[in-house]
């Protein structure tokens, strides 16, 4: 089992659709995770941190973290044509040494 | 703005010589960043920890001579590609490990042609 799995995709929604992208982890001492946004040959830009669990919002994006059921959720409101990219969910290993465990990334399409 | 600068973002070197590759943390001091492989349509590959002022830490599998890495100041990590082949041919992106807000950074990649 991967720590942290996340559904490829493609996701394809229309314009002005609400996005739900979710990734699910194995090690519940994980506790900083964060969202990343990868466009097509670039590198990896952060979205959401969010530490241990609740909701944090930003402009058209929250970011959720279930610890009960080890469930990380990042929402995109209003999406646009702009938004459609790579999400890839990643956590901080349980040793603090900033090595990342990533998700393997959703691709999504906003149509307009 | 970017926090994190990668340069350059493109580079075409021909086979057999070396290409060196910079990374900066832009506005904080990184004791520890991470170089990365990605293919296309693939997930990031983490390929060595560049730690300050010691030697990297590489993955398994990752060759040391073939990928030098140096971490020579708190917001400067460099990654040679030494005697490079077509088969080096990728897009590289450094990341940098902000400590205080328990937060990585990623520098925007660069492209490697080997021809």
């Known amino acids: 089992q991967k720590e942290v799995e996340q559904d490829p995709g493609p996701l394809s929604v229309p314009e002005g659709a609400i996005v739900s992208l979710n990734c699910t982890y194995s090690?519940?001492?994980?506790?900083?995770f964060m969202w990343y946004r990868q466009y097509s040959r670039k590198g990896p830009e952060l979205l959401m941190y969010t530490y241990s669990s609740g909701n944090k919002e930003d402009g058209r994006f929250t970011a959720q973290v279930d610890k009960s059921s080890k469930y990380i959720s990042l929402f995109i409101r209003d999406s646009q044509p702009s938004d459609s990219a790579t999400y890839l969910c990643a956590t901080l290993s349980s040793s603090n040494t900033g090595k990342l465990i990533f998700g393997q990334g959703t691709t999504l399409q906003v149509k307009p | 703005g970017a926090v994190v600068s990668q340069h350059p973002s493109r580079v075409i070197c021909k086979s057999g010589t070396s290409v060196k590759i910079e990374c900066r943390s832009l506005d904080f001091q990184a004791t520890t960043m991470f170089w990365y492989r990605q293919f296309p349509k693939k997930s990031l590959m983490l390929m060595a920890t560049?730690?300050?002022?010691?030697?990297?830490?590489?993955e398994q599998g990752v060759e040391k001579d073939k990928f030098l890495i140096n971490h020579a100041s708190l917001t400067l990590s460099t990654l040679t590609v030494t005697s490079a082949h077509p088969e080096d041919s990728s897009f590289y992106i450094c990341?940098?490990?902000?400590?205080?807000?328990?937060?990585?950074?990623f520098g925007e990649g660069s492209w490697l042609t080997v021809v």
């Open positions: 990341s940098a490990f902000r400590t205080e807000r328990n937060t990585i950074y």
């Open positions: 560049s730690n300050e002022g010691s030697k990297a830490t590489y």
């Open positions: 090690n519940s001492a994980f506790q900083y």
